[in-house]
């Protein structure tokens, strides 16, 4: 081959390459449907991320993280409208990277920030408040990590529940629902309840915040009335066998510890405290 021919077809090689080379250059823009590692990618409209911050009382106090973050936005709205800290998990890393790059555009860097991660090999037990939108499946895959994180971490999940695990509060905006629940303490078992000059043995049965149980006046079991648990907020009433009603409120202080205030319909209060047997 001459060199004018081997010149001509390297020419033309070379113009042949251009438009994959530019194609290859072009800015990555996911696009609605686009396969995940366990989920496709569908963008949560900006009223339900509104309503998801909203549902979880966001403040500038919180720690907000995102499981699979998509583009970005439930971080980067938690960051410039409520004032928190918040931190995307996403697995796709040019989805990640088109996150972080939204959060630049947003000027959120100095609130907001998204990584590339495995939402089940990634640590985000200091979060205040855990928002997703994944799969049924995940979330049931997600639940025992969820359950376990301190009491009172506030979680929010676009259009899927955790089956028996009962919201707090079910939203719904044109259509499509999110649902909100406060991680409980777990307190379930024998404790021994003191109050004043007396001491009783206080039994509670849990189902995660839906709570129930008795205290023991010799072979009497009184049962708990109005029992109810909020993260680590607890309170119960029940009445005794002189028929005083006394109510008990306080906070589970962990360690198998429980303390708070009582009020009685003879007057009578003081405070109460709780050891786990």
Do not use: C
């Amino acid at each position: 081959m001459s060199p004018a021919m081997k010149f001509t077809a390297l020419l033309a090689a070379l113009l042949l390459a251009l438009p994959a080379a530019a194609q290859q250059q072009k800015p990555y823009e996911p696009h609605v449907g686009q396969a995940g590692k366990d989920v496709i990618w569908v963008p949560t409209p900006d009223e339900v991320v509104d309503r998801m911050l909203r549902m979880a009382q966001v403040t500038k106090d919180d720690y907000v993280v995102d499981l699979g973050a998509g583009d970005g936005k439930i971080a980067i709205a938690a960051a410039k409208k409520f004032g928190a800290r918040s931190m995307g998990i996403e697995y796709n890393p040019d989805m990640a990277r088109f996150a972080q790059s939204n959060v630049v555009k947003a000027g959120a860097t100095d609130r907001a920030r998204i990584v590339q991660g495995d939402i089940f090999a990634s640590d985000f037990t200091s979060a205040t408040v855990v928002t997703m939108y994944l799969l049924p499946g995940l979330n049931m895959k997600l639940r025992p990590q969820l359950l376990q994180m301190r009491p009172g971490t506030r979680i929010v999940s676009h259009s899927f529940t955790m089956e028996d695990w009962q919201p707090d509060e079910t939203s719904s905006m044109d259509g499509r629902r999110a649902y909100f629940w406060v991680v409980p303490a777990q307190v379930m078992g024998s404790w021994t309840l003191e109050f004043g000059p007396e001491k009783r043995e206080l039994s509670i049965e849990q189902r995660f915040q839906k709570i129930d149980g008795s205290v023991a006046y010799g072979s009497t079991q009184v049962g708990l009335r109005e029992a109810a648990l909020r993260g680590f907020v607890i309170g119960f009433s029940y009445v005794d066998q002189a028929a005083v009603k006394r109510d008990f409120s306080g906070r589970v202080l962990g360690g198998g510890r429980m303390e708070g205030s009582f009020k009685a319909d003879n007057g009578s209060e003081g405070r109460w405290t709780a050891t786990k047997k």
